[in-house]
């Protein structure tokens, strides 16, 4: 057995059943993973309490393809489910794939029980056993009769939480114990915080951060906060901001998320769920003025906006980032690539929800949230330095004012 | 069945290769960060090979370090999403440290 490196620090957990598949009837649904649970309530102090309405440790879902995790299902066969380890937000969250044909005792289709509480151990903490006869073996074994927890499984668990008689006692624990990093462990994500709004004010410079998109357009850097943005080429900073709508004719006024230089030299814009793509400062030709959904490029439709886009000078692609997951473009930069969304931890020490990125001058790639950047080091697939540096080191400031003499390093 | 053509063998073999790289990058035996640098980059034809071995030797298959018969059986058969292999960024009790 393997065990992840997070397990929950209390023995009273709760799950609550968000939709059920049609294959087989909500009652029979709620039966069969109340079973699953009981696989492990069993040989451990655990307990498992269904709840309707309230908010609960362990959310259990019915989806297809792309479902807002970073995790795409791949239709019927091959992925039938996955599970987070324990952890806050998505942790112990269950996810079967509804392309499946789910049954119960049967052979003419996928094994709802034998999948869930497979799934469940993961939830509750323990990764893939190579252990052919273990419930955690990552491949399908089809279902059996009067199913026994396997030696492999118990030991494993019971690592983790012991056995029934170490109950603990029924006080209040924290809830859970989070893992200091938010790597791909399916462990938990980085909390996703709003992006604070921006009026427009006399002291709001980019000095203070929180810039909402930059990018290096023909060798002058662009950068954009509210409904303004500033730029900065070899010769020093351009001596006022400019209204973003009376420069970019036809942008959204109130500000924009994103946007970068494609390999063609136009400019793509992104605002919400539309993009738009200039040549210059006029909008290409034909270009509806409302702007496209950015669904256009094959990002799902939940996605409601892009917090930053980035070429990244290492292969040369284009990059959109929301929350914590990320695309590529393809070579042409008109559609995702296959096997995307994944998950930002990839980008080691970058902070998510990001506010921007871009490529500098330097061939670097940095990464903006707050008031600090982030050097992106390629060769190690991290950041250069853990923490980040103060941003107003990257934009030309000097006690909080952007100055107009200083050139950038 | 033979394939028509040395073309078509060569077209085959690469189609499964691109097969096994994205599961092996999928279940963890491939570092998510080398998946996205791609294989001309962190990826070498040594890690590569080596990844395929633990993939085989976690299901109990000969070790070939190739795409072989029993490998692309394996990657037909439905199982969980899950990684089977932890990054080591992601399991500090598995990481190696110093005394």
């Known amino acids: 057995y393997v065990t992840a490196n997070s397990k929950w620090e209390k023995n009273d957990l709760t799950y609550r059943i968000e939709n059920t598949t049609p294959d087989l009837s909500p009652g029979r649904v709620r039966r069969i993973l109340s079973d699953a649970f009981k696989v492990w309530s069993v040989v451990t102090p655990l307990t498992f309490t269904e709840v309707m309405h309230s908010d609960a440790d362990i959310l259990i879902q019915f989806s297809e393809g792309y479902h807002d995790d970073g995790y795409p299902f791949d239709g019927k066969g091959s992925v039938l489910a996955h599970a987070f380890f324990p952890g806050n937000s998505k942790g112990g969250d269950t996810h079967f794939d509804d392309a499946e044909t789910w049954t119960f005792n049967s052979t003419d289709g996928v094994d709802l029980f034998m999948v869930a509480a497979h799934e469940f151990g993961h939830a509750l903490g323990l990764a893939h056993s190579s252990n052919t006869e273990a419930l955690m073996y990552p491949w399908y074994q089809g279902y059996t009769d009067n199913f026994r927890l396997p030696y492999d499984d118990v030991q494993g668990i019971q690592t983790l939480y012991g056995s029934p008689s170490n109950r603990l006692p029924n006080t209040p624990r924290p809830p859970i114990v989070v893992p200091d990093n938010r790597d791909r462990d399916r462990g938990g994500e980085a909390p996703i915080t709003p992006r604070p709004t921006h009026p427009p004010t006399k002291d709001d410079t980019p000095c203070t951060g929180n810039i909402d998109a930059i990018t290096v357009i023909r060798k002058e850097i662009f950068f954009f906060k509210g409904s303004k943005f500033w730029r900065r080429g070899p010769n020093g900073l351009a001596a006022k901001p400019t209204e973003i709508s009376k420069f970019w004719y036809n942008l959204p006024s109130d500000g924009i998320d994103a946007l970068y230089e494609r390999s063609d030299g136009k400019i793509t814009f992104f605002k919400g769920d539309r993009f738009w793509v200039f040549s210059s400062n006029h909008m290409v030709t034909n270009f509806p003025v409302e702007g496209r959904r950015i669904t256009e490029l094959g990002v799902g439709k939940n996605v409601k906006k892009i917090d930053a886009v980035f070429t990244w000078p290492y292969n040369k692609r284009t990059y959109l980032v929301t929350g914590d997951m990320y695309w590529k473009l393809n070579a042409k930069e008109d559609f995702i690539e296959y096997d995307y969304p994944r998950d930002m931890s990839i980008w080691k020490n970058v902070p998510v929800p990001l506010d921007s990125a871009f490529k500098y001058w330097d061939g670097k790639t940095y990464f903006l949230k707050g008031d600090q950047y982030w050097e992106f080091y390629d060769n190690k697939m991290r950041t250069r330095k853990k923490d980040g540096r103060p941003i107003g080191r990257l934009l030309g400031c000097h006690n909080g004012e952007l100055k107009s003499d200083m050139t950038l390093r | ?99």
Not at chain 2, 6 to 20: F, L, N
Not at chain 2, 27 to 52: C, M, N, Q, V, W
Not at chain 2, 54 to 74: I, K, M, S, W
């Open chain 2, 1 to 99: 069945a033979p394939a028509a053509s040395y073309q078509d063998a060569t077209d085959w073999y690469r189609q499964r290769e691109q097969q096994m790289v994205t599961y092996l990058g999928e279940f963890g035996y491939i570092h998510d960060a080398s998946r996205e640098a791609g294989p001309a980059g962190l990826t070498s034809k040594e890690a590569y090979t080596a990844a395929i071995k633990r993939l085989q030797r976690f299901a109990h298959l000969p070790e070939t370090g190739v795409v072989d018969r029993r490998t692309l059986e394996l990657m037909e058969r439905p199982r969980c999403g899950n990684k089977d292999e932890l990054d080591e960024t992601q399991d500090s009790s598995r990481r190696r440290h110093k005394r």
